[in-house]
């Protein structure tokens, strides 16, 4: 037996029996109470919005189509480009109606020195027939030549006609902007015969769109339609409204009530609705999506908590509340809509209770907290910050 080896095994398990023998560490005391903060529900004015999905569409949409038939002679904008009303588009071959236009006036003098001949004609024959001793004029030749009279003036009315219509189709050559607003892409490039007239197919030459202001279009329910009406009357016209576009923040941009139509869809149970807005930097495009608000009802005052408060279990919604006893309260609270970073409590909360507001993750129902109370408008503040200098 080699006696260097065994002396320390001896020496370890004499060591463990001592420990064995003496007793345990004991607890220096129990856990301390988490740290929350809690702060009362602040008291605001607040009114309830109802939100809706629409697109823009503009104001006027004109398709520009030639009233003569002709070639594309000239284009005087470029695609894209905001116009004004009056302002030269297009322009047709002149030429042809140039040379109408002359024939017709050539043909209106025409017919006019035949009207003179015929009037003094007449006021001859008119002398002759009145002296009673001669009988150089019958009384049917008479007769003639007040009827070729009365032809060579209508023939002079038919011309002047003939004239204007050929003064009508020259400015026709010329297309003009009948809006202001911002001008598509041509259809047509110069050199193309383009029909024009009121035919089944007269060529569309470009599209225009007005754009300052612009309307936003979009459909209410039923529901919503009667509590407009007990609220504000069958005129909606001139409500304010808010918007929305799909990369704002908030319903940023302000605008009213245009129309609402006289007939609800009877398959889908709506109405049309329009709203109008100001465009004057062209941000708002038609056919372009966006959020819109409706003020639902009138001004209300009601309790608000900030959102972070807010549990969820399953369905329902909760918040923790301190009582005197510094013990945890499970609340179950009915929400309204959401106002900045608060949520409105529409039921479960008096003014009184203190909400839980931080630290939510550390506590239970039936715990005992250590409560950092803020104000309301401290709350969501971090456990431990420093409240806001009372006011």
Not at 8 to 22: T, V, Y
Not at 163 to 168: D, K, S, Y
Request: neutral net charge; contains cysteine.
């Amino acid at each position: 037996m080699n006696v260097a080896r065994s002396v320390p095994a001896i020496l370890a398990c004499a060591l463990a029996l001592s420990a064995c023998g003496q007793p345990a560490p004991q607890q220096s005391g129990p856990p301390p109470a988490p740290q929350v903060t809690v702060a009362s529900p602040a008291t605001r004015t607040v009114t309830d919005h109802d939100e809706y999905v629409g697109r823009f569409v503009a104001i006027d949409e004109v398709n520009l189509r030639a009233r003569v038939s002709g070639y594309l002679d000239k284009i005087h904008f470029t695609d894209g480009q905001m116009v004004k009303e009056g302002d030269l588009l297009f322009t047709i071959d002149q030429r042809p109606f140039k040379i109408a236009l002359d024939q017709a006036k050539a043909n209106l003098s025409q017919t006019k020195a035949v009207m003179d001949f015929t009037k003094a004609d007449l006021e001859r024959a008119r002398t002759l027939l009145e002296d009673k001793n001669s009988n150089a004029i019958s009384k049917q030749a008479f007769e003639q030549r007040t009827q070729a009279e009365r032809t060579a003036a209508a023939n002079v009315q038919s011309q002047e006609a003939a004239v204007r219509t050929a003064e009508l189709d020259l400015n026709f050559t010329e297309i003009r902007a009948p809006v202001s607003g911002r001008i598509g892409d041509r259809r047509v490039s110069v050199g193309n015969y383009v029909t024009g007239g009121t035919g089944a197919s007269p060529t569309l030459l470009a599209v225009i769109v007005s754009t300052d202001p612009i309307r936003f279009e979009f459909s209410i329910d039923e529901a919503s339609l009667l509590r407009y009406t007990r609220r504000m009357g069958t005129e909606i016209k001139g409500a304010p409204v808010e918007l929305k576009l799909i990369d704002d923040k908030g319903f940023t941009h302000k605008g009213e009530m245009d129309f609402l139509n006289n007939v609800v869809d009877r398959e889908t149970g709506t109405i049309r609705g329009r709203a109008v807005f100001a465009n004057k930097d062209g941000l708002f495009r038609p056919g372009m999506f966006a959020r819109l608000r409706l003020d639902a009802g009138a001004p209300y005052q009601t309790l608000v908590v900030p959102e972070v408060a807010i549990g969820s279990e399953q369905v329902k919604k909760f918040v923790f509340v301190v009582g005197s006893d510094n013990k945890v309260q499970q609340r179950f609270v009915e929400l309204g809509p959401l106002v900045g970073p608060d949520r409105v409590i529409r039921d479960g909360l008096a003014p009184t209770d203190k909400v839980v507001v931080n630290g939510l993750m550390r506590v239970r129902p039936g715990v005992t907290v250590a409560p950092q109370e803020v104000k309301a408008a401290d709350a969501g503040a971090p456990a431990g910050a420093a409240p806001a200098a009372a006011k």
